[in-house]
């Protein structure tokens, strides 16, 4: 049985930092892409950043671009996302998801496999 479990969340202010973590279990971890979204309520669960089974390739929503750092440990099954100088507007449930897929700059929800139950991150102003 395949388990994402997101951690790190919690509550940072404007400017701020958070890690998050993904820990995954019941696949072969180092064979799949893994890949980070968030969601508001009332709204779609948009990308946020993507990175390759050996890590060698990442990908980022322009809105995180240069805030955000994602890479991942695979002899730890672990994925994570650095969020550096967090804004209001990063306030989302953050979900993890693998691709079977490890590589390629896929964004859609559809083309990922498995999915976390999500973390919430909010940010004060």
């Known amino acids: 049985q395949v388990q994402l479990v997101e951690s790190g969340g919690g509550l940072a202010q404007a400017g701020g930092s958070l890690r998050l973590s993904c820990a995954a279990s019941?696949?072969?971890?180092?064979?799949?892409?893994m890949g980070w979204f968030r969601q508001v309520p009332g709204k779609e669960r948009d990308f946020v950043s993507r990175i390759s089974w050996s890590g060698g390739w990442t990908y980022y929503a322009d809105s995180v671009k240069g805030r955000f750092t994602v890479s991942r440990d695979n002899a730890k099954n672990t994925v994570y996302l650095q969020m550096n100088r967090v804004k209001p507007e990063d306030t989302a449930v953050y979900y993890c998801?693998?691709?079977?897929?490890?590589?390629?700059?896929?964004?859609?929800?559809?083309?990922?496999?498995?999915w976390g139950q999500g973390t919430q991150v909010t940010v004060s102003s």
């Open positions: 998801a693998a691709d079977r897929r490890g590589t390629g700059a896929d964004t859609k929800t559809v083309s990922y496999d498995y």
């Open positions: 019941g696949l072969t971890f180092n064979s799949y892409a």
